[in-house]
């Protein structure tokens, strides 16, 4: 499974992203889980709120092994 990551989550800021996270982490915990938003990021998502969502991600994920 791929995709489905809500774009917006990443507009809005720390407390979204780790909100839109847990709702993925039942699949990223399952595996076979890709990591894509819904459709291509935005461009007022902020390099800084990008960074959060890779490195929190990368955190989730890890912890789901």
Same mark, same amino acid.
């Given at each position: ?16 992203? $780790? ?8 699949? *990223? @915990? ?5 990591? =894509? ?6 461009? $007022? ?8 969502? *890779? @490195? ?5 994920? =890890?912890?789901?092994?």
């Amino acid at each position: 499974m791929w995709g489905g990551i809500d774009k917006h989550a990443l507009v809005y800021g720390q407390a979204a992203i $780790d909100a839109e996270l847990e709702r993925l982490r039942p699949l *990223m @915990e399952e595996s076979g889980y890709l990591l =894509h938003p819904d459709h291509s990021i935005p461009p $007022d998502v902020s390099f800084a709120n990008y960074q959060y969502f *890779m @490195e929190r991600f990368d955190a989730v994920c =890890h912890g789901c092994a």
